[in-house]
Every structure is written in C-alpha cells, then in structure tokens.
C-alpha cells in the first residue's frame, strides 16, 4: 500500500497531533486519550455534544468540534469504535453542568462503547442522554449493525442539535431536535474504488475496472448491487430516487441536500451529481433550502459519494442556518 504514514501503530495519534497544531484555535487534545475538545470548553451552562468513532472518516468527527456543533469528538482506531474509556473522558471534558448528549452511528461496537460510557458518567453524577442515528436507506442489517447503518446524514445532527444546544436549549430539548433530525434524514451511497485500511494493508473490497457498488457503508460494508459504471446522470438518479421513496417525499416541501464525498471524489464529480439531484427534486416540486457539496463524512482513498436529503420544517431550518465556527464547517455569525 502507499499511504503518507509514519507507522500502522501511530496513525491515529499522529493525525490528531496533526488536526491540533492545525486548528488551536478551536479545539485542543485532552491529554492522554484520542479525544479532541472545543478550545475553551466545557461551556459553562451549556448542554455538551459528544460523537465519534473509527478514524478514517474525517473530517468526522474532529472536524465538527467548535461554535455551534460538537464540544467533543472521540476518535477510535481506523474502522473501529473508540473504547468506553475514551467515550468517558469526551463526555467529561464536555459538561458544563447541563448534560451531555451522546451523539452514536448505529454500529454495534459504538453503541455498546457510547453506552457503557454513558452508564460510567452518569455513575460520575453527568446527566446523560443519547441518540442513535440511522439514515442509510440502502441495506436493512450489515456486516456491523442490526437495522440501518448510520453515515452521512450524521452531519446534520451535529449541525442542527448543535445548534439547540448553542441557542440554550436543555439536555430534553436538545434531544428531541436531535431525534427529529434523525427520523427525517435518509442517505445513501456508492463506490468506484475500495479503501485500503492500513492495518490491513489491502483493500477492504474488490472491484473490476468496469463495475461500482451501489449502496455500500462508510467501512467498506457491502451494498446492494454491483454493476457496470454507468453515466453520473443514472448514478445520481438512483440514489436519490431511493431516498425519495423511503422519505416518502412529497410535493410542495421542504429539504436540505447534502452530497458527500468518500474521500477521492473530486469536487467536479460532487457537483456533476447535485446537478441531477436538483433537477429531481425541482421536477418532484420539493423545494431545496440549503445544499452542502463536499466531503464530510469519508472512506479513507475510496471514490464515491453519497446523497443525504433532510425534510425542514420551520424549526430545522432556523437550526440549520444558524452560525456554527469549527475546522471544517464554518457558516458565518
């Protein structure tokens, strides 16, 4: 494998020193674990925000720790959910008094993790509360989870709940924002390449030269179908069709669109695709509030993207265009 590392052992901790020195100026590593924290927090008062799991996807979950997000992101090892311990000290340095809501993807290692953390902070007198997020609309069950996996759409939790959270909304309400994001927000996904996990060093996956899968997971998980590469046109109609139809969609609302790349998409590729997915959702009389192009939640190297759509009402939007000021989202206040 070819990858800018120094060793398979040090990945993790040198990418953190890394994303550190980058941004002081608004998070900071708590010593001695693989969490990173909002610079000058925990905020007094404020309900705290905690997400996290296997590196590999950033800028998941780091990126989004700051103004108006997370105010703390755990980082496991490549592809795998950081242990209880590391949870722990996340939702530690994020109590400000007022709770903290643990914000988990639907794996079985992370929820299992996320709650016995949760079980050990509020041992430790920290109101917790938590979320699980499922928006893959691709598969039922998977290689990690029982029920829907949980990718891009976990993003958008972040933004919306961390909004509530920034605006003074209590530990219940922050919840709530959060759960109606989650039973609102559907994405789905696919691959032209694997990903080489560097403890593995090899794919995670093969693919000919001709094929891509369809529907696949942020850990290389297996999809639903693999078929020839086929026009951005069809690939986006796809997906969005397939979320359209879980979502139920109808004419005359409202949604946010987020088109995610996987870590070696090229922006071009990203925007060739929205450009279908707008033209579906203006022939199906749905409106498009805000759209997010980019890469938020990756695969390491692998090619592909990911359709995420989020039905607004009053409330989300307001949420969702509130400031939020972190590494890798920013949106003016």
């Known amino acids: ?21 980058a941004y002081p100026q608004y998070v900071k590593r708590v010593p001695g674990t693989q969490v990173m924290v ?10 705290g925000l905690v997400s996290g799991g296997g590196s590999g996807h950033e800028p998941s979950h780091g990126g989004f720790v700051g103004f108006g997000m997370l105010d703390a992101a755990v980082a496991g090892a490549v592809f795998t959910s950081p242990t209880p311990d590391q949870v722990l000290a996340g939702a530690k340095a994020s109590d400000g008094g007022a709770g903290v809501l643990l914000i988990i993807k639907n794996y079985t ?6 709650e016995m953390a949760g079980e050990m902070a509020q041992a430790e007198g920290i109101d917790i509360a938590s979320v699980v997020i499922n928006d893959d609309v691709a598969v039922e069950n998977s290689t990690w989870t029982t029920g829907r996996r949980g990718i891009a759409g976990t993003v958008l939790v ?6 509530k959270a920034e605006a003074g909304g209590t530990l219940a309400e922050v919840k709530a924002v959060a759960e109606k994001v989650i039973a ?15 403890a593995a060093g090899k794919p995670t996956f093969q693919l000919a030269e001709n094929e891509m899968e369809i529907g696949l ?25 397939k979320v359209m139809d ?41 409106k498009v509030h805000r759209t997010l192009v980019g890469e938020f939640m990756t695969s390491l ?16 939007k307001a949420l969702l265009d509130a400031p939020a000021e972190t590494p890798a989202f920013r949106q003016g206040r």
């Open 1 to 21: 494998m070819k990858k800018l590392i120094n060793s398979v052992e040090q990945v993790v901790d040198d990418m953190l020193e890394g994303f550190a020195a």
């Open 38 to 47: 909002r610079a000058g927090g925990p905020v007094k008062g404020k309900v």
């Open 109 to 114: 290692g992370d929820i299992m993790n996320f």
């Open 158 to 163: 972040h933004k919306i709940a961390g909004a």
């Open 184 to 198: 609102n927000v559907r994405t789905m996904g696919m691959a032209l390449t694997p990903c080489t996990v560097p």
């Open 217 to 241: 997971g942020i850990h290389g998980e297996p999809g639903t179908q693999r078929v020839a590469i086929q026009p951005a046109n069809e690939v986006a109609a796809h997906l969005t069709t």
């Open 246 to 286: 879980d979502m139920k969609l109808k004419a005359g609302e409202e949604v946010a669109v987020l088109i995610n790349g996987l870590g070696a998409t090229p922006l071009m590729e990203l925007f060739i695709i929205n450009k279908t997915v707008a033209e579906m959702l203006h022939e199906a009389k749905v």
């Open 301 to 316: 190297e692998m090619a592909g993207c990911s359709v995420t759509l989020l039905r607004l009402d009053n409330e989300l």
